[in-house]
């Protein structure tokens, strides 16, 4: 039995239209997914399966929270997801998944989900993710305040000095010579 056998979803032995599932992964699971976004974390999955016209829609609804690290001062922080999922599977010769349908061969008629499950667990988490004003790691917030003076003066913000480029000079002179 393998380690995500548990994640297997056997949809010919479905006895009803609709059936539930549900799950709370953990670090066990993006342990053994091996996913780079989450590593560490705790999640609750739910999945309805309705079967109908020969497609099985499987729907899923994630809920919980996961350990990221801060883009502005690399410590770890805890981020709160939600999100949900469609996934469209249905019965063929072969395996397949072509984006929108996933075909599993029908003399076996078992999905893993837990690679889908894990997929909308990252997609849940924003693309930007900082700690709260005030609550990222002093040490490093001092150092980033140290560099971004000596780069950049006030804040670290870019200061304009109003000197350019000469070579942008030479064509905006062409430009407005144009426009004259």
């Known amino acids: ?8 979803v056997d949809l010919k032995g479905l006895t009803e239209a609709n059936s ?6 953990d670090q066990e699971f993006f342990s053994i ?4 976004e989450v590593q560490r974390g705790k999640v609750n999955v739910d999945l309805k399966v309705t079967k109908a016209s020969g497609v099985y829609h499987l729907s899923f609804s994630v809920a919980g929270s996961v350990i990221v690290t801060c883009d502005r001062c ?16 249905k019965l ?17 008629g078992i999905v893993n989900v837990a690679w889908y499950i894990y997929e909308f667990i990252a997609l849940a988490i924003p ?5 709260a004003p005030g609550k990222c790691n002093k ?8 560099h971004s003076a000596e780069e950049g003066g006030e804040e670290g913000g870019d200061v304009d000095t109003g000197a350019t480029d000469p070579r942008w000079d030479a064509l905006n002179s062409i430009l407005e010579s144009d426009n004259e």
Do not use: Q
């Open 1 to 8: 039995m393998g380690r995500l056998d548990k994640y297997n």
């Open 20 to 25: 539930t599932y549900s799950w709370t992964v």
């Open 139 to 146: 040490g490093m917030m001092e150092k980033l305040d140290e």
């Open 92 to 108: 063929g010769p072969d395996f397949a998944d072509d984006g929108d349908i996933v075909v599993v061969p029908e003399d076996k």
């Open 33 to 36: 997914v091996e996913g780079e």
């Open 74 to 89: 690399l410590d770890d922080m805890s981020l709160d997801i939600e999100n949900t999922g469609e996934l469209k599977v």
């Open 127 to 131: 693309i930007k993710h900082v700690h």
